[in-house]
């Protein structure tokens, strides 16, 4: 049963902080839904290259449906609750099983629906290891925007919000980096942080525990902007391997290289190939918190499978 909320005990600025949660998502929603448009072209490569826009609609997958049910319980708390996120995260995956969970994730999601807790279910993955795989990361842009004047909170949030499907600390890892620079694109952006784009690799470098999630993030600053994609790949990772490490430091460098640039961040992104769908919802994520809703391509936004309830 989902804990009862106290309207009256959210933050006074509470519309705003859901503002930016729901423009992170929308960021974060369009990378997934187009890049996994990609996924099973035997010319990928190609239509990347060209730029080539998929016919509409584009249908999200698990990135998405993850980050919408963290951010409804952000709308109804004001802060993550970890049962009441992996009641929602049951529940959506019951209804819509097919949209692209890993089978870990499957396991774990119908575990918490057949009434494990959701700790138990998180901490058996991997033989009681736990998922240190890059699903906390994907859906982490949201908990970074609503959080964004306040990064401690931001980095907990984000823990939390992780934590039920992810309970080894690398998964968690990912899932601060991401807030983080998410909520540092917002701090860039409005001028409560100042600095440069590649500010947001050094927040999440500063807010990361230590690991090897962090080590890439490291590895992502001493990665020159101007650096070929192929060769960023070749020291971050681009998501093959599914874990955090793999995929969140080159999302960062891509983010941070293209801050400004949602469209050239998507492209610069998906054309690491790898898990396009989720590098591209993690840097659309953070890209979106300094573009603003108006950086997002409208032509995209209403050619991605409309967002229930959001």
């Known amino acids: 049963m989902e804990t009862t909320d106290n309207r009256s005990a959210l933050p006074s600025d509470h519309a705003e902080r859901m503002a930016r949660a729901r423009l992170s998502l929308a960021g974060l929603s369009v990378g997934d839904a187009l890049g996994e448009r990609f996924f099973y072209k035997s010319d990928v490569g190609s239509l990347i290259a060209r730029r080539a826009i998929p016919r509409p609609p584009w249908q999200w997958t698990d990135d998405t449906a993850m980050a919408l049910s963290i951010v409804e319980v952000l709308d109804r708390h004001g802060h993550i609750v970890p049962g009441v996120l992996a009641e929602r995260f049951a529940a959506r995956y019951q209804r819509e099983p097919g949209r692209g969970y890993g089978p870990t994730a499957m396991e774990i999601l119908e575990e918490i629906g057949s ?14 290891e736990g998922s240190m795989g890059n699903g906390g990361a994907m859906r982490a842009g949201p908990v970074g925007a609503y959080f964004a004047d306040d990064m401690a909170a931001v980095a907990e949030n984000a823990r939390l919000s992780a934590a039920v499907t992810h309970a080894h600390p690398e998964g968690q890892a990912g899932a601060i980096a991401v807030a983080v620079a998410a909520a540092q694109g917002w701090r860039l952006r409005t001028g409560l942080s100042s600095g440069k784009p590649q500010g947001i690799l050094e927040a999440a470098l500063e807010h990361t ?4 999630t962090r080590k890439g993030i490291r590895y992502a600053m ?3 902007a101007a650096e070929t994609v192929e060769a960023a790949v070749e020291m971050l990772g681009n ?4 874990i955090s490490h793999d995929t969140v430091p080159f999302a960062l460098w891509c983010a941070a290289r293209h801050l400004n640039d949602y469209q050239a961040a998507f492209w610069t992104a998906a054309s690491a190939l790898g898990d396009i769908d989720t590098n591209c919802a993690i840097v659309g994520s953070i890209v979106a918190m300094y573009v603003g809703p108006e950086g997002i391509p409208t032509e995209w936004i209403e050619s991605r499978e409309t967002l229930d309830g959001l």
Not at 239 to 242: E, L, W
């Open 115 to 128: 009434g494990v807790p959701w700790d138990i279910a998180s901490r058996g993955a991997f033989r009681g």
């Open 209 to 212: 525990p230590e690991g090897p």
């Open 222 to 224: 001493e990665t020159r």
């Open 239 to 242: 998501g093959s391997r599914i």
